[in-house]
């Protein structure tokens, strides 16, 4: 599935290594990056959760606190880092500096206030409306 994203982002961007046209090319890479996709996609389908380590499998489980909540974290962290003068610098001779606090400080911070309040509120919030939505699914009778 990798190879294919790459094939297909080379064969994309190098539309003169095709011996057609560019809309062929670009065609065709993106046709790659589809095939690589499908199959990534049924790698991950096909695997049951035995052959997930268990942190893997409670990311997926509390994956929708993940979404709801790493906007806010990245926020927090970003007005934290501000209040102490952490700030991200601009101009020359400062991506080395950002870096560092971008991938020293900014991302795991947030990461870590993003799986604690997603793993809060899958204990407290979802975990009760999980619990009773049984009652409410759809039972279909046998046929007559």
């Known amino acids: ?35 690589g996709t499908v199959l990534i996609f049924l790698g991950f389908l096909l695997s ?10 409670y990311l997926g489980k509390i994956s929708y606190g993940l979404y709801v909540f790493h906007v806010m974290a990245l926020d927090a962290v970003v007005a934290g880092m501000d209040r102490v003068g952490l700030t991200l610098r601009t101009g020359a001779g400062h991506s080395a500096a950002n870096l560092l606090l971008v991938f020293g400080v ?26 009773i939505k049984d009652r409410f699914a759809l039972v279909h009778s046998r046929a007559v």
Do not use: D, H, N, Q
């Open 1 to 35: 599935g990798l190879a294919g994203w790459f094939g297909g982002g080379l064969v994309a961007m190098r539309p003169e290594w095709m011996a057609g046209s560019v809309a062929g090319a670009l065609a065709s890479g993106k046709l790659l990056v589809l095939l």
């Open 48 to 57: 049951g959760p035995e052959r997930w380590p268990a942190w893997a499998v």
């Open 106 to 131: 900014k991302l795991p911070v947030a990461m870590g206030l993003t799986i604690g309040a997603a793993a809060i509120s899958y204990r407290w919030f979802e975990t009760p409306f999980l619990r």
